[in-house]
Each structure stands twice: as C-alpha cells, then as structure tokens.
C-alpha cells in the first residue's frame, strides 16, 4: 500500500482545499515543495521544487509547513488500521505499507475483492492509495509504484528494482531499460560493474532471494477500564474501584520498566457524559499505594450525576523508570515528589520552581530558574564565596570613596556600617553582551550594619559610586 501524497492528504481529509495545495519543507536554507496534491500537480509543480518556484507558476497556490513528525504517527494509525486484512503488516518508507497476506485473501473473497476494499476504504477517508500486489515484496513494490496489480513486472522499467537514481541512470544509457532487459543480460558483467546490490535487488523482486515482511509491534497501552452492574456516586465507591484498577496498570508499568508521569481516570455516567480527574506527577510513579491518595482531591469534585457505570484509568504520559536497589540509608525523593505532586494538583507543576546552578561568576548569571517537576537538584554550587539570598538590581546610595561608607542611607533607612568583609573582585564576561556591566569591574563588601542588616555592596571604580544589590538573612 503506497500512499504517494500522505502528508498533503493528511492535512486535506480534515480542511479540503478547493485548489493547488503544497506543504513546504526547509532544505539547506531553502523551502521547497515536500508534498503536494492533485491539483498542483496538474498546475505543472513537483516535489523538491523551490517554494518560490512554485508561487510564480501558480500564484493562487495555498501552503502549509509540513510536519513529517505527525505524518508518521498518522502512518502509524494507517498501519494498525491495516491488521484488519492481515497480522503481518510493517512499514515500507516513510509513506508506504507492506502487508503478508498469505493465506487471509480467501477471508475476503478472493485478492480482487480485499483490494477493491482496500482501494474503497481509502477512498471513503480522502486517501489516495496505489497497491501492489506479488509474489515477493519487491515485486508488490513495483507494481504499487511503477504500474498496478496486474502489471507484468518484466515490462516494468529498471526503477522499480528501488536503485539509487545513479544507479537507474547507468542502465538506461546501457540500453537496460526494462526489468526484462536485466533478466536477459548476463549477470556477471553486470554485477561487476554494479556491484552485488543489483543482483540482490532483481533476485528479491523475482522471488529467487528472500526478504522477510517484518511486523511492527503495537507499543504498550497503559490503561484498564471497569463497567459496572450498578452505577455509583459516593467518592468512597469511587476511590476503591480506582485502586483495582491501578494495581494491573502499576504492574504493566512495572513489567515494562515504565513509570506514569500523568494520568487520567475518567468517569462515565449514565447518562453518557464524562467526567475527567487528570493527575500530572512530579517523578515517574508505578506504586498505586502512593498514586491512589493523589486522585481523591479532583474525584471529590466530580459530579455523579445519576451514577457513575463505568471508570477508566490510562497512563496518558509515561517515562522509562528502572528498578532501583534501595535501603534503609538511602535517601529517598519520594515524599518531596509526592508534595510537589499534591501542591501541583493546585496551582500547576509549572508554577513550582527551583534554582539550578549555573556556570558563571556574575552574581545575575550564577543561577537559572527550572521547573521542580522537570529538573532534578543540583549539588555544584560554589561554597568558595558566599552570596545573599535576597538578590535585585543595584540600588545606588550617597557614598564617596573606595572604602564601605560608614553611615549610608538606603530605602529611608539611616545605616551605620559595623563590619565590612571585602572586597571581591568581579569583573564582566565580556563575551556577553550585557548594559549592566558596561561600566567594568566591581568590588563587592559584605556590610553588616549595627540596626541588624546584612547587605551586599559593591563599588565601581571605573565611575565612582556605591550600589546595594543584596541582602543576607
């Protein structure tokens, strides 16, 4: 099954387009024509050709950036859509499936009767589709691309064999234009001329070499469901039809070394709304005992309505968790995880943040700030030099010379300096670009002053003054 404009046709069956139609794709700085649909083509654009090509011979051309990451799910979704004709179904290219159907065809009345399904289904959902069918897959290959079902592959041209373009060059200006042009000519020259990837490519698609239909596995689904007799409505009911339902999903989980980052259990009422409680985890989690808890909060404001028949727990996000050696000296992050979680379920995981050291020596840039849920604490913190824990932009303060001053006035506050450590020398990255430091180096003093403040100050020689830029506890 060869589906020759997937990802325009992806985009076309949800938003028609009356019209030439082309997503582009950026190439070495240039965007070019990546997949386009009929109509273009009968304006006279190909694929590779420059976008700015394809607006000057047809003004009216409608586009769209091309998104070959979402083409291969919906190929993904096209794949498992065809397990319903055979259980050997694999993906040929980015654009293409190659199905075994050995011994199912008669399921359908025939191979004629499967592939006018095939061609009618497709139709229905606004894909185009060429098919192929052979004996081997090369040979299902050629006729999908270079003829149809009942095309002789003899008569079928040399590129069909899927050579390199250089390759099909060489032959056709040997007069080798035809597959049954190669399977008349003496194999030897020709293998050394072109090497053995020739004759493996002729012996496949003529059957007298194999090449196995490999079938792709469906990746693990995460979730387990429970209709009920009787419908229910009390958030006690509730929580413990979830905890049966969690213990096969956390041992799933477990089987595959995965835990859940964020699940949904959704309720289905009688009168067949849905209510949804999503739970976003701060760590990958597979213990239902610690999950559980987590839900209470969001199933507490479901409504019943007439009663709850069925719920359904699914792992939507899940990340690869390992199993661990643990002991009774080991620290665990489980319960800060499990706050995080809990304070998350309120306000957003985003909204919980944490400070991550940084590599740099400019009080500003010492530090970055990261998501708590999606970042792990950091040890490589300098203990070298110490710094406030309040910091702000600097504030400037009626001083003259070098030295701290000894009674200063900042924020309608009179000081006296007591204690005064220092200086430290910071001078600017000059490889970064940054108004702030224009003005050159910094000498920074650690004041303590006798009405209980602990600031951070710092003077510049360059252009002589006094700033407050922090404040210890």
Known sequence: ????????????RARPVDGPFVLTLKANNTERVYCLNQAAERSGLIRDMSFADARAFCPDLMSQPARPDLDMRFLA?????ATRYCPWVGYEGTDGLVLDVTGVAHLWGGEAAMLADMRTRADRSGLGVRLGLGETRGAAWARAHFGDEHSTLTDLPVAALRLEDRMVTALQRLGLRRIGDLTAAARAPLARRFGPELM????????????PTAPEKDPPHYATRMSLPDPIGLTEDVMGIAARLLTPLCDK?????MGARSLCLTLRRVDQGCQKVELRLAAPLRDPTRILPLFKRGVAEVDAGFGIDQIRVEATQVEPLPEQQTGSRQNSPDQLNDLITRIGTRIGLENIQRFLPADSHIPERAFSIA??????????WSALRSRPISLFPPEPISASGSQ???QFRWRRMRLTTGRAVGPERIAPEWWLPDDNWRSGVRDYWKVDTREGRRLWLFYTPQTPGWFVQGEFT
């Open 1 to 12: 099954m060869w589906f020759p404009r997937l990802a325009s046709d992806r985009i076309l």
């Open 77 to 81: 979704t096209l794949r498992r859509w």
């Open 200 to 211: 493996l490519r002729l012996d496949q698609a003529t059957g007298n070499a194999s090449e």
């Open 253 to 257: 989980l477990k089987a595959q070394e």
């Open 371 to 380: 998501s708590a849920a999606y970042s792990r604490p950091e040890s490589g």
């Open 404 to 406: 701290p001053p000894v």
